[in-house]
């Protein structure tokens, strides 16, 4: 079996590596077989964008008023239904004033016309001290091309919000039938608004990234709500907004209507450093004190995550190369994963390829690889174009998208003219960070 140290020599960021679904090569999955597998649906019975009770606080019945500013906060995020629901039986002047308001607004709104042309922005974690990321040691050059800052990613996000992108979930754009035919379905937006969609790779802080100025976990606040845990320079940790969950979370907060009824956007998980942060993976920390709490913590921060319009993809359980791993190894790791991390997050529907390296060409799905996959529950799967604002494929029960990668390459061939794909969504020269090297 690999140790640890192995493992995150493996996963060291090297400049050679061609772009990616992700920027860390995995390790070699162990061979010996895992615990069974917990198939547990998410325990979290939130819906997306709903409004759990805070922590600490009565659940009593909301009055009128109270009920008033919910169902504003819900249309204002295109959830006319649940907005007008939530009003039934209300007789007050108000609440008659918002139905009529949310109806307007809901006659206003146009069906998206080809959700086949809907755009896939992806990140890794970010760059919260770019001092100590781009140190000049052995990792700067992996940091510099796959990864961002903390202040490129807030740039991104207000100017997708000022063109007037809006974030959908892949729920949102299609689903199987009741026949188990995967089909689009419709997205009802305000004329001028463009639904996409955001996913974040590796969201587990692994150990070869301590001390780089990064987060180092997810956790919950004292009201409930999803934060990180960053060390700074100086080695004290405090709690705060520092990669995407939460930074999305506080700006749709702001925003409602940059959120499509409360869709957030898809993390996607290894497991063989654990996940959020924690140690969660039984078969490389066998010797941890902590194994149990850590994940029991970890699920609470899934389950509040998948309350709040999050949704968790398979990122493979050792980061491997989908396409050139035999079957044996393919196999292995999806047990580990289904082990280690599906109990933690929930059942899930997505796979995002490491690498981006897909089972398959631009051909439909056949073969060995994929039975294995859907047998498993995936009808999403993901790979990498920064070539193209868009590219889907739907096949009788699966949907392929292309995912854009935001880094620093990505960046340098926007910039050079290579690929003139981010001005969609952005300026390159406004984002940049100045403190990246030059």
């Not at 639904?195 to 009201?223: C, H, R, W």
């Not at 970890?298 to 980061?319: C, I, L, P, R």
């Amino acid at each position: 079996m690999f140790q640890r140290s192995e493992l995150a020599a493996a996963v060291v960021l090297a400049s050679t590596l061609a772009i990616s679904g992700c920027s860390a090569s995995g390790p070699v999955a162990p061979t010996q077989s895992p615990p069974p597998a917990s198939r547990q649906a998410p325990s979290s019975a939130q819906t997306p964008g709903s409004i759990p009770p805070e922590v600490g606080t009565d659940t009593e019945a909301p009055n009128e008023a109270e009920l008033v500013t919910q169902a504003k906060a819900l249309a204002a995020g295109y959830d006319y239904a649940g907005a007008a629901k939530l009003l039934e039986g209300a007789t007050g002047a108000d609440a008659v004033t918002a139905l009529e308001d949310i109806a307007e607004a809901q006659d206003q709104t146009v069906v998206w016309a080809d959700n086949s042309k809907i755009s896939h922005l992806f990140f890794h974690s970010l760059v919260v001290d770019p001092k100590r990321a781009f140190d000049g040691d052995d990792r700067q050059q992996g940091y510099l091309d796959y990864m961002v800052t903390m202040d490129e990613f807030n740039k991104i996000i207000a100017e997708l919000y000022k063109r007037d992108f809006v974030l959908v979930n892949p729920s949102d754009i299609a689903g199987l039938d009741k026949n188990g035919k995967m089909a689009y379905r419709k997205i009802n937006l305000p004329k001028g608004k463009t639904p996409i969609v955001l996913s974040e790779d590796d969201v587990s802080y692994y150990e070869y990234m301590a001390g780089d100025g990064f987060p180092t976990k997810l956790l919950l606040d004292q009201n409930g709500k999803v934060t990180n845990e960053y060390t700074d320079a100086l080695g004290k940790k405090v709690q705060g907004a520092y990669d995407m969950v939460p930074l999305i979370d506080a700006f749709v907060e702001k925003h409602p209507d940059f959120s499509y009824r409360g869709s957030k956007g898809i993390v996607a998980l290894t497991g063989y450093n654990g996940v959020l942060g924690y140690r969660t993976s039984k078969s490389q920390y066998p010797e941890s004190k902590t194994m149990a709490k850590d994940t029991v913590t970890a699920t609470k921060v899934a389950d509040a995550m998948k309350a709040n319009g999050w949704v968790f993809a398979s990122h493979a359980w050792g980061h491997i190369d989908m396409g050139k791993s035999p079957v044996p190894r393919v196999k292995n790791d999806m047990k580990l994963w289904n082990a280690e991390v599906r109990p933690i997050v929930g059942d899930t529907d997505q796979f995002i390829y490491p690498f981006g390296a897909d089972i398959a060409s631009v051909g439909h799905y056949s073969g060995t690889k994929y039975d294995m996959l859907k047998k498993d529950g995936f009808n999403f799967f993901y790979g990498v174009d920064g070539t193209t604002t868009a590219w889907m494929q739907m096949g009788d029960s699966y949907l392929r998208q292309a995912r854009i990668n935001l880094d620093g390459l990505q960046f340098a061939k926007e910039k050079r003219g290579d690929r003139p794909v981010l001005k969609t969504f952005f300026d390159v020269k406004k984002v940049i960070d100045p403190a990246r090297p030059k």
